[in-house]
T-cell receptor, first 107, second 113 residues
Framework: GQNIDQPTEMTATEGAIVQINCTYQ??????LFWYQQHAGEAPTFLSYNVLDGLEEKGRFSSFLSRSKGYSYLLLKELQMKDSASYLC????????FGTGTRLQVFP | DAGVIQSPRHEVTEMGQEVTLRCKPI?????LFWYRQTMMRGLELLIYFNNNVPIDDSGMPEDRFSAKMPNASFSTLKIQPSEPRDSAVYFC???????????FGDGTRLSIL
């Protein structure tokens, strides 16, 4: 079967660092994506990992361990505008999305 | 560059009516995806096309749902007859191919009364 797990909700303080974890079990693997979705808006692409290791893009980084079926999204120097849902999605062939982690950033 | 364009943005209709959602993918993208998003079930893939050909429609909930892509720049998702449980946000997305980021339209917020 296909299964993607993420925490449902997280909270953090402005300026802090937060790590959002994602574990997956899929019948195949061609890559893992992270998307950001603000309330009432469409998902937007954040990062893509296909090989093990860390991909850094500004304040956001994403890590992948294929042997462990594990990824995380790291957000640094949190800002209020980072309050959103973060969706982990795995591609065996088509994209399968997790249910998302709702992050609330407080002042 | 224009993004993925969906219409209408909002649709409210009575159960039993036919609903047609429209999508224009980004020019040059050869894969198109239809998703449904609800609080309970999250983002679910309904169907996707590659080069205008339906590749996987296993996510289409039942025969009331159908999708077409008559050319590279247009796709429709039709629900006939509609039911209240079809109420959701429907997203269309496109990309250049396998393992490329998908770009989402703004979605259609559908309410079936």
């Amino acid at each position: 079967g296909q299964n993607i797990d993420q925490p449902t909700e997280m909270t953090a303080t402005e300026g802090a660092i937060v790590q959002i974890n994602c574990t997956y079990q899929t019948s195949g693997f061609n890559g893992l994506f992270w998307y950001q979705q603000h309330a009432g808006e469409a998902p937007t692409f954040l990062s893509y990992n296909v090989l093990d290791g860390l991909e850094e893009k500004g304040r956001f980084s994403s890590f992948l361990s294929r042997s462990k079926g594990y990824s995380y999204l790291l957000l640094k120097e949190l800002q209020m505008k980072d309050s959103a849902s973060y969706l982990c999605a795995v591609s065996p062939d088509k994209l399968i999305f997790g249910t998302g982690t709702r992050l609330q950033v407080f002042p | 560059d224009a993004g993925v364009i969906q219409s209408p943005r909002h649709e409210v209709t009575e159960m039993g009516q036919e609903v047609t959602l429209r999508c224009k993918p980004i020019s040059g993208h050869n894969s198109l995806f239809w998703y449904r998003q609800t609080m309970m079930r999250g983002l679910e893939l309904l169907i996707y096309f590659n080069n205008n050909v339906p590749i996987d429609d296993s996510g289409m909930p039942e025969d009331r749902f159908s999708a077409k892509m008559p050319n590279a720049s247009f796709s429709t998702l039709k629900i006939q007859p509609s039911e209240p449980r079809d109420s959701a946000v429907y997203f269309c997305a496109s990309n250049r191919g396998l393992n490329q980021p998908q770009h989402f339209g703004d979605g259609t917020r559908l309410s079936i009364l």
